[in-house]
């Protein structure tokens, strides 16, 4: 009982247990409260984001690169990319153009670990097949298949930079591709 009768002498008297909270505090701790939640619930869903093979490719990019055709000639091209990674799934479209030549890849994939297996159509050709491969963090190395025609797509991807390196067995041999954000 002494030790009781000592603490509230420090404290004038008054034991801060029995103090009623007053409202306006009350309402900064729920808000304090709030936004740490808030800022948890952010950071980890930016883990989540980031646990994606696709996470890196997330956007839009653009550059420039050369095709090769089946004549041994090549022409300089104009890409755009983009890329829109869901969880383990990813869309993705590359529009590649010069002067004489265009092709639209559209592809639609799925990752279970480091593999990856999905589908792709090329719309100005209205040829569709299938992908596999593997790869995680933005560089992968899949086969593009279709009735009479494979293809090794190579995509590297280090920060804002990335590359695509194609080599096919059809009129189109391949193309070497340079893009950034």
């Not at 589908?119 to 992968?140: C, K, P, T, V």
């Not at 494979?150 to 194609?166: D, F, H, P």
Request: include cysteine.
């Amino acid at each position: 009982m002494e030790h009781l009768q000592a603490y509230r002498a420090a404290g004038g008297g008054k034991h801060r247990a029995n103090k009623p909270i007053e409202p306006r505090a009350r309402n900064r701790r729920l808000l304090i409260a709030a936004a740490v939640l808030f800022v948890a619930a952010a950071i980890n869903s930016e883990g989540k984001a980031q646990s994606s093979p696709f996470a890196p490719l997330a956007g839009t990019w653009s550059g420039s690169g050369t095709v090769t055709l089946d004549d041994g000639s090549t022409e300089r091209i104009r890409c755009r990319a983009k890329y829109a990674p869901i969880g383990p799934t990813m869309e993705m479209s590359l529009t590649c153009a010069s002067d004489a030549y265009k092709f639209n890849l559209a592809a639609s994939v799925k990752a279970e670990g480091s593999a990856i297996a999905g589908s792709w159509s090329e719309a100005s050709r209205n040829i569709s097949g299938s992908l596999q491969g593997r790869g995680a963090g933005g560089n992968f190395e899949v086969v593009a298949s279709a009735a009479g025609f494979n293809a090794n797509i190579a995509l590297r991807t280090s920060g804002n930079k990335q590359t695509v390196t194609m080599r096919a067995d059809s009129q189109f041999r391949g193309a070497n591709i340079s893009m950034s954000r």
